[in-house]
């Protein structure tokens, strides 16, 4: 597992709201949405803006099984 620290992975509520008025994302469906990193945190990533997006809830419930087959 990750061992990075939980302030390190803190994005501010007024940078999600950034991010998610860059994506086009409306307010009214935000809650659908997490905030996830292109580059992870663990690969040498940051929270800058460029480095996130607005992933979609359903596709991240489904990615770690994803990952896995691709890794093998």
């Known amino acids: 597992p990750e061992e990075i620290a939980y302030c390190a992975r803190k994005v501010s ?5 950034r991010i998610y ?3 086009n994302i409306p ?3 935000r809650h659908r949405y997490t905030i ?3 580059i992870p945190l663990a ?11 607005p992933e979609h809830k359903l596709v991240k ?3 770690p099984k994803l990952e896995i087959e691709l890794y093998w």
């Open 21 to 23: 008025e860059e994506y």
């Open 43 to 53: 690969l040498g990533g940051n929270n800058s803006d460029v480095n996130l997006w």
């Open 61 to 63: 419930a489904s990615r």
């Open 36 to 38: 996830d990193h292109f």
């Open 27 to 29: 307010e009214k469906c």
């Open 13 to 17: 509520s007024s940078q999600k709201r």
